[in-house]
């Protein structure tokens, strides 16, 4: 999970909230008063709460006197976005469910572009999901032991 924040008066950020530390997993779950599994479904169901407290402290590794109070940003100021794992697993969930109609699958992909947090590795997801499938490589037939008997005594 990828949590972009974007400030009005400042450069966006985006922090990996995917790649959490045992010890910042822990501060999160204390500041959050809620689990870990929790609070990640919870930033990709957009839960403001969620995205803030895993964004703090993922800015409190460059950051570290930074206090929750201190981060309080606007709710249109943070969202989380799909990292290429998830994008890619999302991917292949919606192929299954939405391959057999086109117009479907083309606006849930339309969706998982907007969910992306990388562009070019959604696109990558999207080619390698709808891509055409190798068939089953076919089985070398087995010789009849007539036909190597034959051989043989030729």
Known sequence: MIIKYTPADGEPQTFDAGRLRASEIQIVERTA???WAELKDAMGEGDVN???VAAWV???RTQPSLR???FDPWEDEIRALLDERETSAFAEKLYAKYGSDPAELAE???E???AA???EACEQAIADVTAPKDPAPAEPEQQSETTTASLTES
């Open 117 to 119: 947090a990388d562009r």
């Open 50 to 52: 969620a995205m803030r």
């Open 33 to 35: 008063d809620r689990r």
């Open 68 to 70: 929750f109070a201190e």
């Open 58 to 60: 993922v800015m409190k």
């Open 112 to 114: 998982l572009r907007d």
């Open 108 to 110: 849930a992909f339309d």
